[in-house]
């Protein structure tokens, strides 16, 4: 069964870290791009980074760019958000999602990620 899942999100003050995790089982993620997605109720679904497969380098929107880093663990089938200088406008339901391929494609095209984790909670706020 394949399946991702988001933990590490929370409740956190601003200034704050937070590292989120994407744990992937049923699949290798090393085999695919993974993006972080943002959402805040009545708004679009926001891109945020995404890692690619070859050589883990990852792009970044500018809202956290200098802020936020991607990684991952292949032993772990793991892949990371560490959030950094956390805002309250960084409140949101935070997801990962696996793109079908090594690159990633365009953060502004969620539409274009296959295959999606159920999100996990981030709050700032003091």
């Known amino acids: 069964q394949l399946q991702l899942v988001e933990s590490g999100g929370g409740l956190v003050q601003p200034g704050g870290s937070l590292r989120l995790s994407c744990a992937a089982s049923?699949?290798?993620?090393?085999?695919?791009?993974v993006g972080w997605f943002r959402q805040v109720p009545g708004k679009e679904r926001e891109g945020l980074s995404c890692?690619?497969?070859?050589?883990?380098?990852?792009i970044y929107a500018d809202s956290v760019k200098g802020r936020f880093t991607a990684s991952r663990d292949s032993a772990k089938n793991t892949v990371y958000l560490q959030m950094n200088s956390l805002k309250p406008e960084d409140t949101a339901v935070y997801y990962c999602?696996?793109?079908?391929?090594?690159?990633?494609?365009?953060?502004?095209?969620?539409?274009?990620?296959?295959?999606w984790g159920q999100g996990t909670q981030v709050t700032v706020s003091s």
């Open positions: 999602a696996v793109d079908y391929g090594p690159y990633c494609s365009n953060l502004d095209s969620f539409w274009e990620y296959d295959y």
């Open positions: 049923g699949f290798t993620l090393d085999s695919y791009a």
């Open positions: 890692i690619n497969t070859p050589d883990s380098s990852a």
